[in-house]
């Protein structure tokens, strides 16, 4: 496998929409939780830390729209 498709491939998970995840009806990771609520708290928002890893990563997603965080 050349460089680029190992490339694209290892950035295939990255754009993968959450809800077609294997795993992500797993419970988020320990990671996922930490960002979470720190994205919550500059946001002024409560969080739900029983999320799903989808779930998850859904309202990270959301949450950095709101903050600008890790938003280019």
Known sequence: MSRTNVAENENSNMIKDPDEW???DEEMTGAQRSYLQTLA???GEEVDLNLTKAEASK???ELQQ???RGVD
């Open 41 to 43: 708290d500059e946001a």
């Open 66 to 68: 709101k903050t600008g």
């Open 22 to 24: 294997k795993t992500g």
């Open 59 to 61: 309202r990270i997603e």
